[in-house]
């Protein structure tokens, strides 16, 4: 891989990985527009270990958020007394980061492998579409929506669960996982929060599996020099994406990204139909 080709995919990444439009998706096409093989086992590394990029730039946004909850969690533990909001905040995480951990190990053969092709990413950005609308319709039905002190293990497990299927390419993790609180009658900001801060604990295990596991082919097919540039560029556009996104959520519906994912999807198919793009 040529440094400019991990600039390109790095800005991809940081712009897409949390916003519901599928990064792992985006990615995908943009790796097969750019001629590389997305069954590649470097590839497939390499698309995973650039999140580390993006895994930063949440833990340096929400640091205080962070260190908070870390502290309420310790202090929990060891104390029942100080177990109060931030302690079953923290325990939410927690939770609603393991379904997404099982199911990526034992999947992941499967991930790396037929998920990859085109088709399942158009298919998954037009039908994941259907879900966002119908999660913000529920939501606008709702006379009254929780935030961040109402947040229960129940909505936390509901929402891990969900992100399991963003393990799809085109679903979107932030769009798994924001249109499930929306459906637990979280509001949307609250949702959006939720949703970074278990971004944390998926892609740090992703990042770290793939680069241990997957090294020799990184370093054959992609290379570290590029690798680290991608993931780099990754921090810095994701830092400014997820400043943008906690904006853009308080006053604007996530639909609003469902037709651009549709017409994405809609071009794909036609692409992949005309034989004008294949899809592995």
């Not at 951990?101 to 492998?113: H, I, P, Q, R, T």
């Not at 994701?238 to 017409?263: E, Q, T």
């Amino acid at each position: 891989m040529q440094l400019w080709q991990a600039v390109v995919l790095g800005i991809v990444e940081g712009l897409t990985e949390f916003l519901p439009v599928s990064s792992t998706g985006h990615l995908t096409i943009v790796e097969k527009l750019l001629g590389l093989r997305v069954d590649d086992a470097g590839t497939t590394a390499f698309t995973a270990i650039i999140q580390f990029g993006a895994i930063i730039a949440v833990i340096g946004f929400f640091r205080r958020d962070i260190v908070r909850l870390l502290l309420a969690w310790v202090g929990g533990l060891r104390n029942s007394a100080d177990r109060g909001t931030d302690y079953r905040l923290a325990w939410c995480v927690v939770v609603g980061s393991v379904p997404v951990g099982l199911v990526g190990f034992l999947a992941k053969d499967v991930v790396a492998g037929p998920l990859r092709s085109l088709w399942v990413v158009a298919f998954a950005l037009i039908g994941w579409s259907v879900v966002m609308v119908a999660a913000e319709a529920y939501a606008a039905r709702r006379a009254h929506q929780r935030g961040e002190g109402a947040v229960t293990l129940k909505d936390a497990l509901t929402i891990g669960v969900v992100q399991c299927l963003s393990l799809v390419p085109g679903v979107s993790r932030s769009g798994a996982t924001i249109s499930a609180g929306l459906f637990r009658g979280l509001d949307r900001v609250t949702a959006t929060r939720l949703s970074f801060f278990m971004s944390i604990p998926a892609l740090t295990a992703a990042g770290l599996y793939e680069g241990v596991s997957a090294g020799n082919d990184v370093s054959r097919t992609v290379g570290w020099g590029a690798t680290a540039v991608g993931t780099l560029v990754s921090l810095v556009v994701a830092y400014a994406s997820i400043a943008w996104l906690l904006r853009f959520v308080a006053h604007h519906r996530i639909s609003v990204f469902a037709g651009y994912r549709v017409g994405l999807g809609v071009v794909l198919l036609a692409l992949l139909g005309t034989g004008t793009l294949s899809a592995v």
